[in-house]
């Protein structure tokens, strides 16, 4: 009787986290909550890179921009929901190998500001795929995303890590590629992203931190009960 309890109100407690992430996320309305706090973080963004652009002497090479791809080019959270909530390792291998996933509206406005400023690009994204796999080309299905959503996304400008670049941890891995970047002559004006490793380590320009309640450093359905009795807000990070 009391393991049926124990069941019935761990059942309760997701069942309640579920709820507060449609009510957060709002199948990604222009008015939900999550939007709305992207949108913030990308006109900081959109100020930080116009005001850079503007006073050329701040410059020390070519303008480039660094984005993460996965829930902050394109969100999961639409296919989270169709598959319950469920972030196993395969339905995360799944989700990573569909083209489908919808642009987050703030960051594609922001993308267009800056190919309209002639500011380059990047893609950096920690993609793996699971040893089960033998398909490891993660790179091909961000490039064929690019393609889905009608945009164009130059082959050098998108980076996953290969070989023994798996073996790193996500910041060094990152960073790796950040000061690659910068010794080939970018000037990278701001990172963004959803996870801390994102934004750690050099040549990141400023830094700009998204909300994501999926999973990570901001998850609820990963959160204790009593930590997720309120929507936990999200953090924003603007340094130079």
Known sequence: ????????????????????????????????????????????????????????????????????????????????????????????????RRIDMPLIAPVKSLYDTAAQLNVHVFIISYRKSIESNPDKNMKRYILDSFKFNNIKMDDAHVFVPIDNETQLNAALYKTSIRKKLTHDGYHIIFSMGDQQSDIEGECTGAKFLLPNKLYGPFSLLSAPAHVTANIIPFKKTLTF
Do not use: W
């Open 1 to 96: 009787m009391q393991s049926a309890t124990i069941i019935q109100k761990l059942q309760e407690t997701q069942d309640q986290l579920k709820h507060q992430l449609q009510h957060y996320y709002d199948d990604l309305k222009p008015t939900s909550s999550y939007i709305m706090q992207i949108t913030e973080m990308t006109i900081q963004a959109e100020k930080v890179l116009k005001e850079t652009i503007e006073q050329k002497a701040l410059l020390t090479g070519k303008p480039a921009i660094v984005f993460d791809f996965d829930d902050t080019f394109v969100s999961h959270y639409p296919r989270f929901k169709e598959e319950n909530f469920i972030n196993d390792a395969d339905a995360a291998d799944k989700r990573m």
